[in-house]
């Protein structure tokens, strides 16, 4: 079931990206940013994130597009994993003065933990799996010259990540099947704090 | 300055999403095997028949006992295969003795003595193909069972099975690192069991016969019955060995005990008072012990349940019996069982095959290997007077050994494929 939902949204952002070729009234729109992901407004156990956006700006009031990123998450004050998230992205702002834009947005997506390493050592095996990602945030977005801006936002981000640690028991039933698996399914919600660089 | 101020409005908003904080939601699903017993009533095991059946293929091997031209092959838990031996190289299957419970046997005079849990029973071997239950001693055997029988409200309960059992439980937590607060766990724990069953595993209790009494041992006491009148067997007392008790071995007026931690020697000569002569002690492990006149051959194997992580045969001088001594040391591969026959020394070494071993010269036993037959997975051995029998994985297989250092195989009865 996860990895049908995946398939659509992979399709999804094909999709977006396809639309560019016919988007003759739309403009190319991208946005860098780099941030903290945390508990709260103090930074302990903070994770970082890195992030592009690439989208199709519609009447220069909404953006679609897509984003990748690379999130680092320490959790339970553990380990230090990470999550390559890729998402569909729906944006839209509106001019608080001409220098100044409000945006809001929110990114839906698969975050994948490939990048965590399956641990085997003695008779324990570590693996982890990914998991959907919602993101709705807001921010600003400075003007820095005629295309580029400077931006700041906030936001909330819902991970899902699974740890799977099983273990095997010398003597114990089917030696050759691990005997015991702890399966712990974390919701990982965090506080994000961005800025970036776009045109 | 008008960009600035349209930043610090947007921030005005920040002291609210500070009141708001992450956390991370856990859920764990706990998922172990584990083996769960399967009880019975030992009243309702009493009430059953305990019949001879048309003989069936062996489907496990346990304890083999060989009486005149008969062979016993104990089927753990299950009963006993009787089979007419006249001819090693034929062995007829006649019967199969459904004892449920039985790991243990030794025959006496045309009696049979199995085991049953707890109970003791005699059987007349008049007509062997037709055991006939004499005599059924309840409970003497509790010991043997100390975890595994239990009171059942007003009645004893024995187990009789263990099934693969996969527990799941769940708990769930929130966590935060600034709470201070302790974590709150909700857990709910269910159970299904799987189709797969696991038998109860091997004993470490042993029978043998000496001197109009029946000795017996479990993992902690030497059980002493008085078989002068064969089919009235009476239980004398146990006599407590120690945690670990493995194997009896009668040589002349003397039992060698092995257990995990060593050798006790007791003699015998008044067979309702044995007297400990000695305890030989070595590090942990499966022992199996043989021996002659001047020696003990002792084989030391490693495994989960013996704890040792060398494998190898001990030589023990036995000559003063109250203080016997570690002569040699052999590196072995995996011994279990092991068959004295004049100077030759027959060793099962488990997977890794058989082998067997000139020991006229006690220091030189390792470059006296006379045959290793990787193929033959063997666990125990009898040399009999017609042939040698090695019980293996594979079911009981006898072999021609006149000519000792070169055995050949006369006849196999394999396992059936279960």
């Not at chain 2, 904080?21 to 399967?38: F, I, N, R, S, T």
């Not at chain 2, 034929?90 to 109970?119: H, R, T």
């Not at chain 2, 060593?262 to 000695?278: T, V």
């Amino acid at each position: 079931m996860r990895y049908s939902l995946m398939k659509f949204f992979l399709l999804c952002c094909g999709l977006i990206f396809s639309g560019f070729s016919y988007g003759q009234r739309s403009s190319y729109t991208s946005q860098y940013q780099v941030g903290i992901l945390s508990y709260g407004p103090f930074f302990k156990d903070a994770g970082f994130t890195l992030e592009s956006f690439h989208g199709v700006e519609f009447n220069n009031r909404f953006a679609l597009g897509s984003t990748l990123g690379l999130d680092s998450y320490r959790i339970e004050g553990d380990e230090r994993y990470w999550i390559l998230p890729i998402s569909a992205r729906l944006v839209t702002d509106a001019s608080l003065n001409p220098k100044t834009r409000l945006y809001l947005g929110v990114d839906g997506g698969y975050g994948f933990a490939g990048l965590n390493k399956e641990k085997v050592e003695n008779q324990r095996k570590v693996s982890y799996e990914g998991g959907f990602m919602l993101q709705p945030f807001a921010g600003l977005k400075f003007k820095a010259n005629k295309k580029h801006f400077w931006s700041v936002s906030l936001g909330y981000k819902r991970q899902h990540f699974t740890v799977t640690e099983e273990m095997r028991w010398p003597g114990g039933i089917g030696n050759d099947e691990y005997g015991s698996k702890y399966t712990t399914a974390y919701t990982l919600q965090r506080l994000v704090v961005k800025a970036g660089w776009g045109f | 300055m008008k960009p600035f101020f349209q930043f610090c409005r947007f921030f005005v908003l920040l002291p609210v999403v500070l009141l708001v904080h992450g956390c991370d939601q856990k859920e764990v699903l706990y998922e172990y095997k584990v083996k769960v017993p399967v009880l019975e009533k030992m009243a309702s095991i009493r009430q059953m028949d305990v019949s001879v059946v048309s003989p069936k293929p062996l489907a496990t091997s346990g304890k083999i006992y060989l009486y005149k031209d008969y062979l016993f092959i104990n089927e753990p838990n299950e009963g006993i295969h009787i089979l007419d031996n006249k001819n090693p190289s034929n062995p007829i299957s006649m019967s199969f003795l459904e004892i449920p419970g039985n790991v243990d046997l030794a025959v006496n005079s045309g009696i049979l003595y199995a085991d049953s849990y707890v109970d003791l029973l005699t059987f007349d071997l008049n007509n062997p193909t037709q055991p006939n239950l004499l005599e059924r001693l309840e409970d003497v055997f509790e010991s043997q069972y100390v975890y595994q029988y239990l009171s059942g409200g007003n009645e004893k309960m024995v187990v009789v099975d263990y099934k693969d059992t996969v527990i799941n439980s769940t708990s769930s937590n929130v966590y935060f690192p600034f709470s201070t607060s302790d974590k709150i766990y909700y857990s709910n724990v269910s159970e299904s069991i799987g189709n797969q069953n696991y038998g109860v595993g091997g004993s470490m209790a042993r029978f043998t016969l000496a001197n109009e009494h029946l000795y017996t041992v479990n993992n902690t006491s030497l059980h002493l019955f008085d078989v002068g009148n064969p089919r009235k067997p009476i239980f004398v007392k146990d006599i407590p060995l120690g945690w670990g008790i493995e194997t009896i071995f009668p040589y002349k007026d003397n039992l060698f005990i092995g257990s995990t931690t060593g050798m006790h020697i007791y003699n015998i000569s008044q067979p309702g008072e044995p007297s400990r002569l000695s305890v030989y002690t070595h590090f942990t492990a499966c022992d199996p012990v043989v021996v002659n006149d001047d020696y003990a051959f002792v084989t030391l194997r490693s495994g989960n349940i013996c704890g040792l992580t060398n494998d190898v045969l001990e030589v023990i001088d036995i000559k003063d019996l109250t203080e016997p001594k570690l002569l040699k040391t052999f590196t072995m591969q995996n011994p279990h069982g092991l068959g004295l026959s004049g100077d030759v020394l027959y060793i099962c070494e488990g997977d890794y095959g058989f082998k067997s071993f000139n020991v006229s010269d006690i220091s030189t036993i390792d470059k006296n290997l006379l045959e290793h037959l990787k193929d033959m997975k063997s666990t125990d051995v009898i040399p009999g007077p017609k042939s040698l029998i090695v019980v293996g994985k594979d079911g009981v297989c006898q072999y021609d050994y006149s000519n000792k250092g070169k055995i050949s195989l006369l006849s196999c009865i394999s396992k059936a494929v279960m």
